[in-house]
């Protein structure tokens, strides 16, 4: 007679070898993670024992203490692995079992069905499958939410936000080809823009150089660090910018306007252009002495070279030195000289023409076709002249344009120039320039604070986004630097003063003298900062949280009011009469 | 009810037409890829020691619990030193093979003496590949070296996946397949040497070695 | 490249260095006597499973449709369902496998150099052969992730219809995805997120495993989960098999429609006879079936609409693009610590923008697939919702031919089989007179 165990019986057993199982299991979960499963000398026991011993050499008990252990752990470890081995066995046995047991008891217990209590009612398949239908299209479409949603939300943005790759055809020519591909690039990629040198201040304005091997030491006395030095025509105080092999530069007298572009390896003039006024306007504008009539800094876009003059004229040169097109917006009502500085947005370049008293509709701010001249787009600022220099960020979504004058400081979108947010903070004659570091814009202005704002928001944010503020060391001239704790400043007094750049305080962290002032605004590279003084005394100093540590001084025999350029290897200064370059030989 | 086999005959034949017509693609799509395949011969994969940067996801990523890649020495690369930074730990308190000193997290490194010559002492330096984990902190020490200790997927572990989940996490995509039959890489230099010791007749080993080797 | 590695790093190795001014490869030195080893590599694990794999598919497949559509054992489909679990499953590691074989077939068709072993040909092919002609058999018994959920469905309950469809647009998604991944050989993802593999091989990462044990977990309740709501070469075996020739039955002759086996199936494939409709409903049934058939050029174009927003996540399975992400995100200061990847790359001396120019290349090849992948999903869902518009007479109690994996679980529900069995001499001993 063939064997048929109780339903019961069935039951249970299959509840024992269940329960077993769920044990066996758990007990692999655990095993999976426990922390002794690390490498046996990767144990944290291991390692502070390990670096006990290194503090304490000598020590025998504790070396034999280390070995004792060892030889412990790892003979675990060993026996760790035939566990889980037996243990992986044991839980595919007792699941077996406990499925074929279960499986048994349905058998046992199998009872056909009764028909009568199956009732379908009527209609059910067509209203099922309507449901079905919305069902399925609600799926797809969350589905594709979900992927969304997953995509923007982590924590690398998509590059298609960070850099735009020239639209131009590019033939399919494979990675190893990918030099003339590159050859018609119209829009500059981030990347190139942060290779070079492209405007006031580098590649965002912030006076920070991520090169390598810049030099620390030099003299213009002895020679020694000088590559060459080019005498430069016209003075001005703006400073050079580089693109790949070219150096721009301008010069400007009360009557003439020059452009010149000099060869970064052997500083020979490759051409200079003068630039005309237009007729009408008149030849001469007023200017301070120290402001000069070319006091702003041209920039470049990698296809061209755009320069703004004291009078308003703007110029836009190809790399070859042929005129492309000129504007005149003058002439400038502005107390000292115009001295904003250009900057550029992909093919266009940005002007910041702020004149006049803040009432009488001067001032503007405008985005110019790189390639023709045409406006784009063109926003009135209620406020009076200032001297700042634009930053653009592409890399935010909207890129923007920050602006900083008396009193606003104020983001509009570099696509359209609609206004994101302002804020008001400054007041007198602005001269130091914006920074934007890590989502925080930065400025400062004598007589008026210094001020760390969170870039975002809509509308006047001044009293949501400003982080915080201070008003001791504050700047005429000089623009902040931030390294990677302090914000640094230049107060009109001399010296350096810093900040701790999240939290601030009521007053600096500390002030230190230099004993010659300063108009160059400071430059950063690695952690150290380099200073020019205006005759043309330097120093390269390392900040840190009580003061700075001199790492260098180095000399230049002449006047220098302008920020330094920076390449791989290289620094670009503008002395009063002559373009150096200083560089490891 | 009069049309109802029609219907049904009508339904079966476009069933049969279309289980030809899938029959008919399926075959083509089979002798297509047979056709492609060719001179084809199975792959397996392997890690190129010469982009390999040793940066331990091949201990932590393989979905063995033991990783199959291990670490080969080759020992025609190694100087012999005494003081091996494969081995030792950087902050070493003496050079012996007590657990203070030692790098490897499973000892699987055994030192050897072999001679003392001009006042240097030379050590061997085999790898005990089954308590080798792969971590790749040997290849990482040596590298500041000669670079002789080096990573590979051992194929008598391996499962051949169809993706490898090494390959995947790899950071320098140094994964790739290679052919089963020479399922081996080494560095550029190792080759170098090797191909230099097999000319010599009484090196079998070197010779069975290189019948294992990719040859790019 | 790791040669030149120690004059660099010379200077910082200090304590390392006494006694030894090299500045290359220190020589190997020349012993008196000991030879100096050549190093030994284990020899490949034996590959001559191939035709053992490919006997066992034909044999495997060939039993599995005779005891589905000719003996009609349940039992004997059981004993093979093990027999198959254990040999593919557990002894095989779940690697020989026809559902990962697909992306191997699509990367082999997209490209020619790669390079696609027989046994993969076969095991991709021979599956679909026999569903054209006999139905899933190949999931009855053969497959070992069935298997494994088959083993589990002990205690199941009812999908309700309307999800029971929805869900089943997903293998099809997911096969879109698997071709576009695999055949620009960007990721095998069927392989990546195969929940049983773990567990055949009793060993893997937590992960995996807790993936693979929920889905069992679920598995009991739902029959068959992974195979009915995610397996991509089911979704090819689905389509195939509403072809086939001939087809497991619920009963060996004429249905009686006693309605014993409406309950019987864990997957839901039983179909029900259709209730004859008012004339009104079957009209508006036809409008329905006319829109859903008109809107099908809509549904794909609204797809194409729907992938283009898709190709920046979908060109993010290649680590490529994520290696320019990662160099753009350092270089602006978005990421704060680099990457090993990133390490990498800048010590091998390359330059960003040849990372940004492959990356870029990718992306835009990413968007076409990504308007391809969007397309066929919108394919897919308006075939569904014509499908689910169609109304199909039906007077009997039918296996749904694209859902039924032949499992034999019905057979015994059927009172006309259990005569053929001889377990009952009369159908009336099940099924009382004043059934309707």
């Given amino acids: ?86 243990g992986a066995y044991l839980l595919t046995g007792g699941v077996i079992a406990t499925l074929m047991l279960v499986r048994w008891s349905n058998n046992v217990k199998w009872q056909a069905p009764d028909p009568k209590r199956l009732v379908t009612p009527q209609g059910w398949e067509t209203r099922q499958n309507q449901l079905g239908k919305i069902a399925a299209v609600i799926l797809v479409l969350a589905l594709t939410a979900v992927v969304l949603v997953y995509h923007f939300s982590s924590r690398q943005p998509a590059l298609s936000r960070m850099i735009e790759i020239p639209a131009t055809e590019q033939p399919d020519t494979g990675v190893d080809n990918l030099q003339p591909a590159l050859a018609p690039v119209l829009v500059p990629t981030q990347a190139e823009i942060f290779a070079n040198w492209p405007r006031f201040r580098g590649p965002l304005g912030s006076g920070f150089a991520a090169f390598d091997d810049i030099p620390q030491t030099w003299s213009s006395t ?119 500085s250009l900057a550029t947005y992909r093919d266009r370049v940005i002007v910041q023409l702020d004149q006049g008293n803040g009432d009488d509709h001067k001032s503007r701010l405008l985005a110019l076709q790189g390639a023709t001249g045409k406006p784009v787009w063109e926003v009135q600022r209620e406020v009076p002249a200032s001297w700042a220099t634009p930053v653009v960020i592409e890399f935010e979504d909207p890129p923007r344009i920050i602006t900083a004058a008396n009193p606003w400081v104020i983001a509009n979108a570099a696509d359209d120039g609609r206004e994101l947010w302002r804020a008001e903070c400054l007041s007198g004659d602005v001269g130091p320039s914006p920074i934007y570091v890590d ?31 201070a008003e001791y060391g504050l700047p005429d001239i000089c623009s902040p630097l931030v390294t990677e704790e302090l914000l640094l400043l230049v107060p009109s007094s001399g010296g350096l003063a810093s900040y701790d750049r999240q939290t601030g305080s009521e007053e600096p962290l500390w002030e230190q003298d230099l004993d010659v002032m300063l108009m160059a605004s400071p430059s950063l590279v690695g952690n150290h900062v380099y200073l020019i003084g205006e005759n043309g005394r330097s120093w390269v100093v390392k900040p840190h949280e009580t003061g700075f540590d001199q790492v260098s001084e180095n000399d230049l025999a002449e006047p220098c009011l302008s920020c330094p350029a920076f390449q791989p290897g290289r620094i670009y200064i503008r002395g009063k009469q002559h373009l150096y370059c200083i560089g490891n030989r | 009810m009069n049309d109802q086999p029609v219907k049904n005959d009508r339904r079966e034949f476009i069933q049969d037409g279309l289980r030809v017509a899938g029959l008919v693609t399926l075959g083509a799509a089979g002798g297509f890829l047979v056709g492609r395949q060719g001179e084809a011969e199975e792959t397996v994969w392997q890690l190129d020691p010469n982009k390999c940067i040793a940066c331990k996801n091949c201990a932590t990523h393989c979905v063995l619990d033991e990783s199959a890649v291990k670490c080969v020495q080759f020992f025609d690369m190694c100087g012999y030193c005494d003081i091996c930074t494969g081995y030792f730990d950087p902050n070493y308190r003496e050079l012996n093979t007590a657990a203070e000193n030692q790098m490897c997290p ?109 040859d790019p | 490249m790791r040669t030149c590695a120690p004059v660099l790093t010379l200077v910082l190795l200090g304590p390392f260095l006494a006694g030894s001014a090299c500045a290359q490869l220190i020589g190997t030195p020349d012993f008196s006597d000991h030879t100096i080893p050549t190093s030994q590599v284990a020899d490949p694990a034996s590959n001559g499973w191939a035709l053992v794999d490919i006997s066992a598919l034909v044999i495997a ?22 027999a198959c679990l254990a040999y593919f499953g ?123 044990g929920s889905l069992l977990l679920v598995g009991v309740f739902v029959g068959r989960p992974y195979c009915r709501y995610l397996c991509p070469y089911g979704a090819v075996l689905r389509v195939l098999s509403r072809f086939s020739k001939w087809h497991a039955r619920i009963t060996p002759s004429e249905c009686i429609n006693c309605r014993l086996c409406e309950d019987a199936c864990p997957y839901g494939a039983i179909e029900t006879p259709t209730v004859p409709l008012s004339r009104d409903e079957s009209r508006r049934e036809r409008r329905h079936f006319v829109w859903a058939l008109a809107l099908v050029p809509v549904w794909v174009i609204g797809g194409v609409g729907l992938g283009s927003q898709l190709g920046e996540p979908l060109a993010r399975w290649n680590p490529d693009v994520l290696l320019a992400e990662q160099l753009t995100a350092e270089q602006f200061g978005l990421a704060v610590e680099t990457t090993d990847a990133t390490e990498a790359f800048r010590s091998a001396g390359r330059e960003p923008r040849e990372a940004y120019l492959v990356a870029d290349k990718l992306q835009r090849r990413s968007r076409t697939l990504a308007c391809w992948l969007g397309a066929w999903v919108g394919l897919v869902v308006a075939i569904k919702l014509v499908q689910l518009s169609l109304r199909r007479q039906r007077d009997d109690h039918v296996a749904n031919r694209s859902g039924c994996v032949a499992c034999g679980r019905c057979f015994r529900y059927c009172p006309v089989e259990l005569v053929r069995l001889g377990v009952i001499s009369d159908v009336s001993e099940r099924v009382t007179e004043e059934q309707p």
């Fill in chain 1, 1 to 86: 007679m063939r064997f048929t165990p109780s339903y019961r019986s069935i039951v249970w057993t299959a509840i024992v070898t269940g329960v077993f199982s769920v044990m066996v299991g758990s007990c692999l979960v655990f095993a999976l993670d426990a922390p002794w499963r690390k490498l046996p000398l990767e144990e944290l026991r291991f390692l502070t024992l390990k670096a006990e011993l290194e503090s304490d050499a000598g020590n025998e008990r504790l070396q034999q203490e280390l070995r004792d252990l060892d030889v412990d752990i790892r003979s675990r470890y060993f026996r760790q692995q035939q566990f889980i081995k037996r």
């Fill in chain 1, 222 to 340: 002895t020679g020694e660090g000088i590559l060459w030095k080019s005498p430069v025509d016209l003075p001005g105080v703006s400073s050079p910018v580089v693109w790949q092999k070219r150096i721009f530069l301008t010069g400007a007298s009360a009557l003439k306007r020059e452009v010149y572009c000099f060869d970064t390896d052997s500083g020979d003039l490759i051409w200079t252009r003068s630039v005309a006024v237009r007729d009408g306007t008149p030849a001469e504008t007023d200017v301070e002495e120290t402001t000069g009539f070319a006091a702003p800094t041209p920039a470049t876009d990698g296809q061209r070279v755009y320069a703004i003059f004291a009078s308003g004229d703007l110029v836009a040169f190809d790399f070859d030195g042929n005129e492309l097109w000129s504007r005149a917006f003058g002439p400038l009502d502005n107390p000292y000289g115009h001295a904003s």
């Fill in chain 1, 439 to 469: 989502g925080v814009v930065y400025l400062a202005n004598d007589g008026a604070c210094v001020a760390a704002i969170k870039d975002g928001g809509r509308g006047d944010v001044t009293k949501s986004h400003v982080l915080w503020k």
């Fill in chain 2, 106 to 214: 499973t000892g699987a490194i055994r030192r050897t003496f072999i001679e003392e010559k001009a006042g240097q002492k030379f050590f061997e330096y085999t790898i005990d590949a089954d308590a080798c984990v792969g971590c790749g902190k040997c290849v990482k020490g040596c590298a500041l070296m000669n670079g002789s200790f080096y990573l590979q997927v051992s194929h008598d572990r391996c499962l051949n996946c169809n993706e490898c989940a090494i390959a995947v996490s790899c950071p320098t995509q140094a994964f790739d397949r290679l052919p089963a039959n020479r399922p081996y890489r080494l560095k550029s230099p190792a080759l170098a040497l090797l191909k230099r010791k097999v000319k010599h007749p009484s090196h079998q080993d070197a010779r069975d070695l290189l019948s294992q080797v990719y």
């Fill in chain 3, 61 to 82: 497949l060939g039993l599995a449709t005779y005891l589905a559509l000719v003996s009609r054992s349940r039992k004997h489909l059981f004993l093979l369902t093990l």
């Fill in chain 3, 90 to 212: 557990f002894f095989r590691e779940g690697c020989v496998c026809p559902i990962g074989a697909t992306q191997n077939v699509a990367l082999a068709m997209a490209d020619a150099s790669y390079v696609l072993p027989i046994t993969v040909i076969v095991f991709f092919l021979l599956p679909l052969v026999f569903t054209l002609f006999f139905g899933r058999t190949f999931c009855a018994a053969v497959c070992p992730l069935g298997a494994v959920q088959e083993l589990v469905a002990v205690r199941h309950v009812r999908v309700p219809r309307w999800l029971d469809q929805s869900l089943g647009l997903v293998p099809y998604i997911y096969l879109g995805a698997a071709v576009i991944l695999a055949a620009t050989g960007t990721a095998f993802i069927i392989c990546r997120y195969d929940p049983f593999v773990a567990m055949f091989r009793l060993n893997g990462t937590a992960p995996m495993l807790i993936f693979g």
